[in-house]
Structure formats: C-alpha cells, structure tokens
C-alpha cells in the first residue's frame, strides 16, 4: 500500500511537472534551466531528507535523534550560505554557531510544547521541528550576514575613517551591526504579514491533524512565528561576533568573504 502510495504520488508530481514545461515551450518563456536545476535541487533535498529521517525512525535511539538533528542544522546552514555565495571555509563556523546557539533552546522547547513529554524526541516528531525552524531562520540569518559585509565593502571610506579617528573595531561596526539587524527583523515582519494568509493556515492545520487541541493550535502558530523572528535576530547576531576572528586581519581590515 504504501508502494501504490509512493507511485501515485510520483506520478501525479511528475503530471504538474509538465504543465509549466508546457507552458514554457508555448509561451517562450526561458525559465526551463531555472525549472530544472530547482527541480532537481529539491529532489535531491528532499532524498537526503527523507534518508536521514527514516533512518533515526528506523533506529529510534535518541543519540541517532540529536546526531541527525546535527547534520540537517549543518547541511541546513551550508546551503544558505552557498545560496548567496558566500565561502564556506571563512563562514561556515561563525553562521554554525549562530544558528546552533538558537537551536539549542528553540528546537527542544517547541517540541516539547507540540507534543507530549514523552514523545517530544522522538525523530518522527523531533526532527521535522529541526527542519523547519532552523530552515527559517537560516535565511534569515544568512541574509543578514549578506546585509553586514556588503554594507562594509560598500561603505568602507566611512568604515577606515572611523578607524582612522580613534575608534575601536566594535565602534566602527556598530553601525553596520545595528543595519543588518534592522534589515532582519524587518524582512522576518514582512514576511510574517505575508504568510498570515499561507503558511499560517497550513501549520495551524497541520498541528490539528498532529492531534493538537485547536486553541494550543493557535497559540502555537503565534508563538512559532515571534520564535522565528527572535530566533533569526539572535543568531545573527552571534554568528556575526563569532565571525570577527575569520572575517578580520590584525589591522582590522576586512577579508574576502564571498
């Protein structure tokens, strides 16, 4: 049965596949190489994905759990940084840790407050919490760090003129700090007001579906979103203070990150 299930999904997928393929044939519109690199991008994803997660439900141990949780955090953090372009060997640990320092307390506490105590690490419950939260808040972060360094290649006269007159590194960044966070919190608000009418009736249902009394429902999907936004500005701020020793020389002077 679950076969059939498989099969029948595959085929249907493969059936909404060809409707924008036709679509871009008839209409010219060039978007078949975007089309099939995202197409396979996401297969791929969602193979890993699915691997690692039917492999810790298959174990069921919870040092398989955390372990898991680990690698789809990292893999996680590794592509949103490759998303912008940015290199893995200067931002890798600084963006890791910043997300890793939210994780730690997010992710466990939202599963506990899903489900009950006793099942909240399991990996068919624990896991797809980890997916999700730390796949918002990667971008986000991300995002911010990309707010960070352009605005410091951007405006680096007025970075080494702060230098330059007494100020100390934390002093001359404070403003390019204070810019990528407001940039964050302000993408992580707007996309709030959009998802109020998409992702927040599809988790609503999907928390109901898991069993979740309707009003913990709701108060769950508001208290996950303002998660998100905290979530998003914390690490960013941490990986930010953690990049300094890999983003920095002696001098002070910024290095190539992307």
């Not at 078949?32 to 890993?48: F, M």
């Not at 080494?160 to 002093?171: K, P």
């Not at 998802?195 to 599809?202: I, R, S, Y």
């Amino acid at each position: 049965m679950t076969s059939l299930y498989f099969l029948g999904g595959l085929v249907f997928g493969i059936l909404l596949l060809i409707i924008p393929v036709v679509l871009n044939n008839v209409l010219k519109l060039g978007i078949l190489n975007k089309l099939q690199k995202g197409s396979a991008s996401l297969l791929i994803l969602v193979l890993i994905y699915g691997i690692l997660l039917s492999f810790a439900i298959w174990q069921n141990h919870l040092w398989l759990t955390m372990l898991t949780a680990l690698l789809i955090v990292g893999l996680t953090c590794s592509l949103s940084l490759m998303r912008f372009r940015f290199k893995l060997k200067v931002l890798l640990i600084p963006a890791l840790a910043g997300l890793l320092s939210v994780m730690l307390v997010l992710a466990p506490i939202s599963a506990i407050l899903i489900t009950p105590l006793s099942q909240s690490f399991l990996p068919q419950y624990f896991l797809p919490v980890v997916g999700l939260l730390s796949g918002l808040i990667a971008y986000n972060m991300v995002r911010g760090i990309r707010k960070y360094y352009v605005g410091l290649q951007n405006h680096a006269a007025l970075y080494n003129y702060l230098l330059g007159n007494g100020c100390t590194h934390h002093q001359a960044v404070a403003y390019f700090l204070r810019r990528s966070l407001q940039s964050t919190a302000l993408w992580v608000l707007r996309r709030l007001s959009a998802n109020m009418v998409t992702t927040t009736p599809l988790l609503l249902l999907v928390l109901v579906w898991a069993g979740v009394p309707v009003v913990k429902a709701a108060i769950l999907n508001f208290l996950f979103f303002f998660a998100i936004l905290s979530g998003s500005m914390i690490s960013l701020f941490v990986s930010l203070w953690v990049a300094r020793r890999y983003t920095f020389d002696e001098y002070s002077r910024l290095q190539p990150v992307s």
